[in-house]
């Protein structure tokens, strides 16, 4: 594996699972020192363990424990140079707008997008002392394209990550902090087996508009983490940067 990482410190939030472990995997394969947050106490220390990284315990929710997480970070290894602000849910009662109430609208907005808002506040200020840093954030496809099959405070929030990723990767452009929002089309996780493995049909449903016609599978992603994380993205930031099978490119998909 190329060494584009070597000495270079990622902290990867929700990298105890799914798209995070697998980025958490391929950054150290790459030479990073990685830091694992994540809420789950146990399958974050697992992930950190086995790439010979860090785990802090963190709620990306909590003002504070973000805070201290990307000082732990700095603390520890002596530099910022990678935040993937990725830890994200996707719950069942977040649903059609005729049904979604106000806590389960709340609670995706606060997981998905008021964390994005607190990692962003706390790691660019590291950054922009080193005059270096890749901030990636976990949007989706769903920021762009309309499904009628909706979870309505999921698409905002995601929505919300793609235009301030934007906006702050356009804000510090000439500082040497580049932000990107990484939109990953649907991805075999834990996440999408627990919403589609009851029903089939609502994963046949979708997998038609996928030209590739599969799902991704976590190391896809976590491939383009690693290019973000890397100078060899060096004139890639504020976009949004689609890994989606062609999703969004399709019309009519091959039979
Ligand atoms: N799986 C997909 O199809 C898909 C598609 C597009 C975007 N995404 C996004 O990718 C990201 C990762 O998704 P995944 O599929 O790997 O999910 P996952 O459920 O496998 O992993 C998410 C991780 O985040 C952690 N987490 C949840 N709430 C947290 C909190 N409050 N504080 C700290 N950690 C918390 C979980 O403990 C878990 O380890 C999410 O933002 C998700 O919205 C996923």
């Known amino acids: ?32 020192r990685v830091v694992v947050a994540d809420v789950d106490g146990d399958a974050g220390r ?35 140079d990678v935040a993937f602000n990725n830890a994200g849910i996707s719950p069942p009662d977040d649903d059609s707008i005729l049904t979604t109430g106000m806590a389960a609208w709340q609670r995706v907005q606060q997981v998905n997008l008021t964390s994005v808002y ?5 790691a ?19 920021a ?22 934007r906006e702050l990767g356009v804000q510090f452009a000439r500082q040497g902090v580049r932000v990107n929002a990484l939109s990953p089309g649907p991805v075999n996780t834990p996440l999408l087996r627990e919403l589609f493995a009851k029903d089939p049909e609502r994963a046949a449903r979708r997998l038609v508009h996928v030209p590739l016609g599969r799902f991704a599978e976590p190391e896809e992603i976590a491939a383009a983490v690693a290019f973000l994380a890397s100078d ?4 890639i930031t504020a976009s949004n940067f689609l890994v989606d099978g062609g999703i969004s490119g399709a019309y009519v998909t091959p039979l």
């Open 144 to 165: 762009t394209m309309g499904a009628a099959t909706s979870q309505i405070s999921y698409t905002a929030s995601k929505g919300g990550v793609l235009a301030m990723s």
């Open 232 to 235: 060899d993205s060096s004139f």
């Open 118 to 122: 607190l990692c962003c506040r706390f």
């Open 46 to 80: 697992a992930a950190a363990d086995e790439v010979g990284g860090l785990f802090v315990q963190v709620d990306v929710t909590d003002e504070e424990q973000v805070e201290a997480l990307f000082q732990t970070a700095v603390d520890t290894y002596g530099s910022l």
């Open 1 to 32: 594996m190329a060494q584009r990482l070597d000495g270079r410190v990622a902290v990867i939030t929700g990298g105890g699972s799914g798209i995070g472990l697998a980025s958490a995997r391929r950054l150290a394969s790459e030479g990073a």
């Open 124 to 142: 660019i200020p590291h950054m922009l002392r080193q005059g270096r840093g890749s901030v990636i954030n976990t949007a989706s496809f769903v």
